[in-house]
């Protein structure tokens, strides 16, 4: 199947840009992918559901804390967009400087 790949375009949490990315199966070398969907926010994992729906958990950040997310996007989803949807919960802590959050989809 394709390849998705997740990554911000700065680093540490000053004006992220999260980038997901598709790639054809089989691809090797310098490529260009077949999606690119970029957002401003900050990313850890990224999971692909059997529809092609992308889901990515990471946390998004304010003055006084980070904020832990899931955000969903559609199989349908390229460009500059923002989540088909954002799940949040004020029982997620926030992660550590150098912890992350994990996802599945079943």
Request: glycine share 10%; aromatic share 10%.
């Amino acid at each position: 199947g394709d390849v998705y790949f997740s990554g911000s375009s700065s680093p540490g949490f000053a004006n992220p840009v999260l980038m997901i990315m598709e790639v054809a199966p089989g691809a090797t070398g310098t490529v260009t992918p077949i999606k690119t969907i970029t957002t401003t926010s900050v990313a850890g994992e990224i999971r692909v559901d059997a529809a092609g729906n992308m889901y990515t958990v990471g946390w998004i950040t304010n003055a006084s804390n980070l904020s832990p997310y899931i955000a969903a996007y559609s199989a349908s989803s390229s460009g500059n967009i923002s989540p088909a949807t954002t799940i949040t919960s004020p029982a997620w802590s926030a992660p550590t400087a150098y912890g992350f959050f994990s996802i599945a989809v079943k």
